[in-house]
């Protein structure tokens, strides 16, 4: 027994230096790949600690002819051998992954103490043991040290107060909107809902804290966080926007996901420079972050001056049921009956659409209608809304008469008719309603000496006509759109290029150029196409800025693919529907590229397509995405072969796209291998993921990613 003991002390002493010496130097040891294994086995291995100490302090309180039982010194000595060895692995995992925070300190220290004391507590147990008072008060501080380690460890995995979070009821707290600041109100709540469990608070995974503006312009271990003003450099929309299966993917998988409107608010927050100081209610009305954060907080506004209504709310079941896409219904306040009803997409509304609101009509209050397909007739059905108080009927097609049929509705307030024919004559119909307060008229056939007389007579009525000639500022045009459009096409396609405004000159150019005031083709009327094009447009108008450069592929679909063979396996990963994805005429999409893609990393993409029969061939079009931030490269080499029995292979044309030397935003590129007509069944594809990513890239030496999204053959 005499032996034993030596052998396990020496064992003990071995582990508890060894477990110092991790601590004291953490700062300055690297872990190789094979002990990292070890350290994330942590969270696994930490049970069998928990229990054995708990069992290891029972004796303490049992009579001493049971407490001299040998089986207590093993399970005393496995007890704290467990213990050391969950200290070392947490602090290995902790030194391969950079965490920190006081949470991440305060759980190091108490682990490092339990492995301390229930060391102490075996080397000692038989001086201990004399004092029966002394045994239980250290068998307590090892309980006390076990259940408060354990609580600071579900903290960091869970998010603080993980034990006690059930006994708390979270109640909506109330803003004041013309107090609701941008980051505080705004922006933090996002992540304290998403992102606290791991980077708020004491937690900070991955060295990483979003508490405060100098730990999220700082950063983690893995670079910044965001990048104020470029969306493209900011790593944690990066994480966002990576698919749920892909392992960077923040939040992690198993916790609550932020929904579409959370990310585009902290697109457009960091878009907007990443404010973190000073009110919404600050920013210009149409600030894009003013408007995306008020919709955010709508529920939260405070009620205290809201007013009450009349009328009792809507059937719950029956707004929901009219909520989609393209109606999107909500409260005006938090618990209000009080509704605003918004349509979207020109090609989804219609008058039966507007018509279903007919069982809500009551508590509609505010109806937007902008560029939808809005004639006269259906004036006369909202003119029934009775209580309607704000209107939007920008860029329809309503008429001076039209206007006539809104004149007896008794709440009417606000409406805006920007973009119509409206003229003079229309102005003076509407405003026989003598219930509206402010009337919107920018871009319309109402003449600026019209404007000065309606004003002398309806002094009462705000008429804002927007910016006048005198106006020395300049806003820009919104870009221009295209009606139907369609990414792939079978013989001829028609473009039809359109723009909200009126007398407003479109551009466009289809040789790669972009258009201006000396390059380009002027717009006139539809036209056709009948091979693949890339086309870019822009909208130019006396008085404004040019639109922004719009950009559209229009891709011809080639000849019938019977088969397609992978020679090489795409990742497991990114390999749904692998026979398909390339050749079903859907491009991949660049904000979710886990379902039209195949990916590429170990090994280089070899693929056979099958025609079923010899056709002459000329060119190949290989689609790829590109996400340089994450990871996703061009190709470093793409081959294409020829063949009409799968053994004897001719070259048709190879290519090396020129690598790029900076992040740039995600899109699909086009690569086309053009050659000599030639006669083939089969045609291989070849194509090589970058091995190692260039220096300034921040994952430099990793493997790249090649993703293929489809393949068309001429």
């Known amino acids: 027994m005499e032996r034993f003991n030596k052998i396990v002390n020496a064992i003990l002493f071995s582990g508890i230096v060894l477990l110092l010496f991790l601590f004291v130097f953490e700062d300055k040891l690297q872990i190789p790949v094979w002990l990292q294994i070890a350290g994330r086995m942590h969270p696994l291995f930490l049970h069998f600690p928990i229990v054995l100490l708990i069992l290891s ?18 399970i005393r000595f496995v007890a704290v051998l467990t213990a050391i060895i969950t200290a070392m692995m947490g602090m290995i995992l902790s030194i391969e992954q950079s965490d920190k925070g006081e949470l991440l300190t305060w759980h190091k220290w108490s682990g490092i103490s339990i492995a301390l004391i229930s060391w102490l507590f075996f080397i000692y147990y038989n001086q201990f043991l004399r004092s029966k008072l002394y045994n239980r008060i250290l068998s307590f501080g090892i309980l006390f040290l076990v259940i408060l380690t354990g609580h600071w460890g579900a903290a960091i995995t869970h998010g603080e107060n993980f034990l006690l979070q059930p006994l708390h009821l979270d109640q909506p707290s109330f803003i004041n909107k013309e107090n609701a600041t941008i980051f505080a109100d705004a922006i933090n709540p996002i992540f304290k809902a998403k992102c606290g469990n791991c980077h708020l608070g004491h937690n900070q995974k991955g060295g990483l804290s979003l508490t405060d503006s100098m730990s999220i312009i700082k950063g983690g271990k893995n670079g910044k966080a965001i990048e104020q003003g470029d969306l493209v450099k900011s790593l944690l929309i990066e994480r966002l926007r990576l698919p749920l299966m892909d392992k960077k993917h923040m939040p992690l998988t198993d916790k609550p996901q932020l929904n579409e409107s959370e990310t585009k608010l902290l697109e457009i927050w960091i878009k907007s420079g990443a404010p973190f100081s000073g009110k919404l209610v600050d920013r210009p009305e149409n600030d894009s972050l003013r408007i995306l954060a008020m919709e955010y907080l709508q529920p939260y506004l405070s009620v205290k001056n809201e007013p009450v209504y009349s009328f009792a709310a809507a059937d719950e ?6 909520n989609n896409n393209y109606r999107i219904i909500k409260p005006l306040g938090f618990h209000s009956p009080a509704l605003t009803v918004s349509f979207f997409g020109k090609a989804n509304y219609s008058f039966e659409k507007l018509k279903e609101l007919e069982t809500i009509k009551k508590q509609i209050l505010h109806l937007n209608l ?15 809304f009775p209580y309607l108080e704000k209107l939007n009927l920008n860029y329809t097609s309503i008429s001076n008469l039209g206007l ?18 409206i003229d003079v004559v229309g102005l003076t119909n509407l405003l026989k309603n003598k219930n509206i307060k402010e009337v919107y008229v920018w871009d319309t056939k109402v003449l600026e000496k019209d404007i000065i007389t309606v004003k002398k007579e309806n002094k009462f009525v705000l008429i804002d006509e927007g910016f006048t000639g005198a106006d020395t500022t300049l806003i820009a045009l919104n870009v221009p759109f295209i009606k139907f459009p369609a990414v792939f096409f079978q013989e001829n396609k028609s473009i039809e290029l359109g723009h909200v405004l009126k007398d407003v000159s479109i551009k466009y150019t289809t040789d790669g150029t972009e258009p201006d005031s000396m390059n380009g083709v002027l717009y006139k009327h539809p036209f056709m196409i009948d091979s693949t094009t890339n086309l870019q447009f822009k909208a130019f108008k006396k008085g404004w800025l040019p639109s922004k450069l719009a950009k559209a592929s229009f891709i011809k679909a080639g000849m019938n693919i019977e088969k397609t063979i992978l020679l090489t396996p795409a990742d497991p990963k990114y390999n749904l529907q692998s026979e398909k994805v390339l050749t079903d005429l859907e491009l991949g999409d660049i904000t979710d590229f886990s379902s039209k893609c195949l990916g590429y990393q170990k090994n280089d993409a070899i693929l056979i397509f ?12 290989i689609n790829t995405l590109q996400n340089i ?3 996703i490269f061009p190709p470093t080499s793409l081959e294409v072969f020829g063949s009409n029995d799968k053994i004897h292979w001719v070259t048709l044309k190879r290519i090396s796209p020129v690598p790029t030397s900076k992040i740039l935003p995600a899109e699909n590129t086009m690569y086309s291998l053009a050659f000599k007509s030639t006669e083939a069944r089969y045609i291989k594809i070849e194509g090589a993921p970058i091995k190692k990513l260039p220096k300034w890239h921040p994952g430099k030496g990793q493997p790249g990613w090649l993703f293929l999204s489809e393949v068309i053959i001429y």
Not at 317 to 322: D, M, N, S, T
Not at 370 to 384: C, G, H, P, Y
Not at 404 to 421: A, D, F, H, P, Q
Not at 614 to 619: R, T
């Open 57 to 74: 302090i029972i004796p303490c309180w049992l009579p001493d002819e049971i407490n001299s039982n040998a089986i207590w010194i093993y």
């Open 317 to 322: 079941k029956k707004v929901k049921e009219l």
């Open 370 to 384: 902008s560029k939808m397909s809005v004639t006269d007739d259906q004036l006369e059905f909202i003119a029934r």
């Open 404 to 421: 006539l049929r809104l004149s007896n509705m008794g709440k009417l307030r606000s409406i805006s008719i920007v973009g119509t024919n």
């Open 610 to 621: 099958d025609l079923g029969k010899s056709k002459k061939i000329q060119k190949v079009n």
């Open 629 to 631: 931030g994450s990871y």
